[in-house]
Every structure is written in structure tokens, then in C-alpha cells.
């Protein structure tokens, strides 16, 4: 099998199994500008490679470096080739800033209704009511921003308090069971959110501007550089010198550990559910967010000295 089919081959297996894959894909065709795409994967050299990943190490060469070692782990895998002409030993990146983990104080500043209503200022297409059930979601469901600003009248049931988020990053839809006191703000947002609607639940956005549009992300961006402002939230050393809307995510996955250990709750047990929850195709993917905070550090050191405590005594 020559490299471009067995390229292709790998891309219909990854998105089989529910990954969109379209940078890696799209990145594995630049490839093929490097090699014989005609000729059989073994016939890939390591010159070639390396000049494909050519130029200082950034996220986009980590991305090229991904989307190659994946494929040469399925081509062996598969019999399509039997060595990988990947460098043994690839530069790391640039330090990258821990996620910022919002506190409880911080969200209440950033949800205050008075900051939120000041950031607006001058602004023609967002209201603050809705500004503020998009951060609620985003913190109070773990919800991405794409999948908070897609969701339809007909994607919110507030009789039974879930959403339902579709066409996720892994191509799948899934369930967000939402707690009583969000599921009552999402109640009352229905009372002064914009009326602009069709009638058509599919269609229209439950989160829109005045004129019944979904949001757009650099309006809802500019809105969020100016109440972090406001509410006197600014980065840390060793984390994030600006926090992100996305940040909100991670805040919700850390606080949720956090309260588990507190709880006593089998975390282990737990882990899985806050992966589902966050739409996560497996554990990887929600160890990104699982950012270790003081607080979560020291309730992780309490259940390891209870475990220790009671292992001495055994």
C-alpha cells in the first residue's frame, strides 16, 4: 500500500472511533509534499521528515510531530511499514503556563451583574443576561464555548435539567445533567433572554445576540477582556498571565475533584464520570484539566495520609 492510502486509511480509523481529526489530517496531507506519496511508507527517509517538521519548536511542529507518530504507530501496526522515520529524540517546547483555576471569590466578581453590565457598555448585540448564563454554563456544565453557544431551544430541557450538547469534538452528542441552581438560572433566562425567534426549536439558538444570531466568539471575547478587567482577575506566576473564558472548564473539572476529596468520595471511581461528563473520549483527555491547586494538593495529601494511617495499623 503506498503512503497516501495508508495516510488515508488512518484518517477514516481515527475519525471512526469519534476524533474529528482535521488538523492532523490536513497536516498528514502537507506531508505528502515532503515524500513520494505514490511510494510504499518504508520509503520515507528521515530527511524528509525533518524537513517537514523544519522550523523552531512551537504547538504547530508538536501538532506535525503528533499527527506523524500516530501514523507511523497504526502503518506498523497495520504491516504498512515496519520502522518509523521519526527522530528518536524530539526538542521540547517552550514552557507552557498552567491553566488558571479560578476561585470561588474570583467567580463571583466575574459573575457579579453590575461588572457584567459595565464590560457591556456600548455594546449592540449582547445583553448582559445572556453574557452571563454563557459563563454559568461554561463554569456551572464544563461546557466548551462552541458546544455552550450551539445549543438550541430544543438542546435545553428544563423539566428534567439537561442539555443536550451535539456534534462535540469527537463527533458525538451527549447528555449534561445540570444541578438545581443552574437549571432555575437557565429557567429565569428564558424571561428576558432576546425574543428574536423562528419558532423552529431546532434552529433557534437558546443563547443568541438581540437579532436571534448565535454568538460570535470574538464579540463574546472582547466582553471578557473587559469584565476580567473590572473584576480585578489577573494571572499568577506559574500560571496563565491572562485568563481564558476556557479557563472556566478547568475551574469547573478542579473544583468537582476537589469537592470529591473533601467528600471522601472514591475519586478513582469518579474519574470516569467526570470524563464522560466532560465529553472526553477517554482518561487522557480529562487529566488535562485535572490542574493540581494548593487546595487540591493538600485534600489529594489528606486521603493519601488517611491511606497511609490506616495501612500502619492494619
Request: aromatic share 8%; net charge positive.
Given at each position: 500500500?503506498?503512503?497516501?492510502?495508508?495516510?488515508?486509511?488512518?484518517?477514516?480509523?481515527?475519525?471512526?472511533?469519534?476524533?474529528?481529526?482535521?488538523?492532523?489530517?490536513?497536516?498528514?496531507?502537507?506531508?505528502?509534499?515532503?515524500?513520494?506519496?505514490?511510494?510504499?511508507?518504508?520509503?520515507?527517509?528521515?530527511?524528509?521528515?525533518?524537513?517537514?517538521?523544519?522550523?523552531?519548536?512551537?504547538?504547530?511542529?508538536?501538532?506535525?510531530?503528533?499527527?506523524?507518530?500516530?501514523?507511523?504507530?497504526?502503518?506498523?501496526?497495520?504491516?504498512?511499514?515496519?520502522?518509523?522515520?521519526?527522530?528518536?529524540?524530539?526538542?521540547?517546547?517552550?514552557?507552557?503556563?498552567?491553566?488558571?483555576?479560578?476561585?470561588?471569590?474570583?467567580?463571583?466578581?466575574?459573575?457579579?451583574?453590575?461588572?457584567?453590565?459595565?464590560?457591556?457598555?456600548?455594546?449592540?448585540?449582547?445583553?448582559?443576561?445572556?453574557?452571563?448564563?454563557?459563563?454559568?454554563?461554561?463554569?456551572?456544565?464544563?461546557?466548551?464555548?462552541?458546544?455552550?453557544?450551539?445549543?438550541?431551544?430544543?438542546?435545553?430541557?428544563?423539566?428534567?435539567?439537561?442539555?443536550?450538547?451535539?456534534?462535540?469534538?469527537?463527533?458525538?452528542?451527549?447528555?449534561?445533567?445540570?444541578?438545581?441552581?443552574?437549571?432555575?438560572?437557565?429557567?429565569?433566562?428564558?424571561?428576558?433572554?432576546?425574543?428574536?425567534?423562528?419558532?423552529?426549536?431546532?434552529?433557534?439558538?437558546?443563547?443568541?445576540?438581540?437579532?436571534?444570531?448565535?454568538?460570535?466568539?470574538?464579540?463574546?471575547?472582547?466582553?471578557?477582556?473587559?469584565?476580567?478587567?473590572?473584576?480585578?482577575?489577573?494571572?499568577?506566576?506559574?500560571?496563565?498571565?491572562?485568563?481564558?473564558?476556557?479557563?472556566?472548564?478547568?475551574?469547573?473539572?478542579?473544583?468537582?475533584?476537589?469537592?470529591?476529596?473533601?467528600?471522601?468520595?472514591?475519586?478513582?471511581?469518579?474519574?470516569?464520570?467526570?470524563?464522560?461528563?466532560?465529553?472526553?473520549?477517554?482518561?487522557?483527555?480529562?487529566?488535562?484539566?485535572?490542574?493540581?491547586?494548593?487546595?487540591?494538593?493538600?485534600?489529594?495529601?489528606l486521603r493519601f495520609e488517611q491511606f497511609a494511617q490506616k495501612g500502619a495499623g492494619a
Open positions: 500500500m503506498n503512503l497516501r492510502d495508508a495516510m488515508e486509511n488512518y484518517v477514516v480509523w481515527r475519525q471512526a472511533h469519534g476524533a474529528k481529526f482535521n488538523t492532523a489530517r490536513n497536516l498528514l496531507r502537507q506531508f505528502l509534499r515532503h515524500a513520494d506519496a505514490e511510494a510504499g511508507c518504508d520509503a520515507v527517509t528521515q530527511a524528509q521528515v525533518a524537513s517537514f517538521l523544519a522550523g523552531p519548536v512551537t504547538p504547530h511542529r508538536e501538532n506535525k510531530v503528533y499527527a506523524l507518530t500516530g501514523f507511523w504507530q497504526f502503518a506498523i501496526s497495520r504491516g504498512y511499514a515496519t520502522s518509523s522515520p521519526l527522530p528518536v529524540r524530539e526538542p521540547r517546547s517552550r514552557y507552557r503556563p498552567l491553566p488558571f483555576i479560578f476561585t470561588h471569590a474570583e467567580l463571583q466578581r466575574l459573575l457579579d451583574r453590575g461588572n457584567i453590565e459595565a464590560s457591556l457598555a456600548g455594546a449592540k448585540q449582547l445583553t448582559a443576561d445572556t453574557f452571563r448564563i454563557l459563563l454559568l454554563l461554561l463554569y456551572g456544565a464544563g461546557l466548551r464555548f462552541s458546544e455552550a453557544t450551539g445549543l438550541t431551544m430544543a438542546d435545553v430541557d428544563l423539566s428534567d435539567a439537561i442539555l443536550t450538547v451535539r456534534d462535540t469534538k469527537f463527533q458525538k452528542s451527549r447528555l449534561v445533567p445540570v444541578g438545581p441552581h443552574l437549571a432555575t438560572a437557565l429557567a429565569d433566562y428564558l424571561t428576558t433572554r432576546p425574543l428574536v425567534l423562528t419558532g423552529d426549536w431546532t434552529a433557534d439558538y437558546f443563547l443568541s445576540t438581540r437579532t436571534g444570531t448565535r454568538l460570535a466568539s470574538s464579540t463574546v471575547q472582547v466582553a471578557f477582556d473587559r469584565l476580567r478587567g473590572i473584576a480585578r482577575i489577573r494571572g499568577s506566576t506559574g500560571r496563565r498571565e491572562v485568563p481564558r473564558m476556557h479557563d472556566l472548564r478547568h475551574s469547573f473539572a478542579v473544583h468537582s475533584l476537589t469537592a470529591w476529596y473533601r467528600g471522601a468520595a472514591d475519586v478513582q471511581r469518579l474519574l470516569p464520570v467526570l470524563s464522560t461528563y466532560l465529553g472526553h473520549s477517554d482518561l487522557e483527555g480529562t487529566k488535562v484539566y485535572l490542574t493540581m491547586t494548593p487546595e487540591l494538593l493538600q485534600q489529594a495529601s
